[in-house]
């Protein structure tokens, strides 16, 4: 990997570990909100208002 080939090549510009590149399937934003969601029902048949 690229990231790891550059801390071979220099490493002292690298405290720690390269990062894990690896995708993830599934990303949830705000995660903790997931148990609490109940869809927001709206009537369609609503006029805007004009601002």
Not at 16 to 23: E, F, I, M
Not at 29 to 51: G, S, T, V, W
Request: aromatic letters at 8%; zero cysteines.
């Amino acid at each position: 990997m690229l990231y790891e080939a550059a801390k071979q090549r220099n490493p002292l510009r690298w405290k720690g570990p390269t990062r894990n590149w690896k995708r993830v399937k599934t990303v949830h934003l705000n995660p903790d909100q997931i148990d609490n969601f109940e869809p927001i029902k709206r009537d369609h048949r609503q006029e805007q208002k004009a601002a």
